[in-house]
């Protein structure tokens, strides 16, 4: 999938990438841009 973050963020409802950016790192522990990228690498390891 080669969706743009902001892309992704106007579809599930966010008004900017900005604020779905911030809420993304709040709950999963990293960017967006580095989850996406971590995943074309393999796993991402846990952040908690």
């Known amino acids: 999938m080669d969706r743009s973050i902001g892309a992704v963020a106007f579809e599930i409802g966010y008004e900017s990438e900005s604020a779905f950016s911030s809420a993304f790192r709040r709950v999963v522990g990293c960017s967006p841009r580095q989850f996406r990228d971590e995943q ?9």
């Open 40 to 48: 074309r690498d393999g796993p991402v390891a846990t952040r908690r």
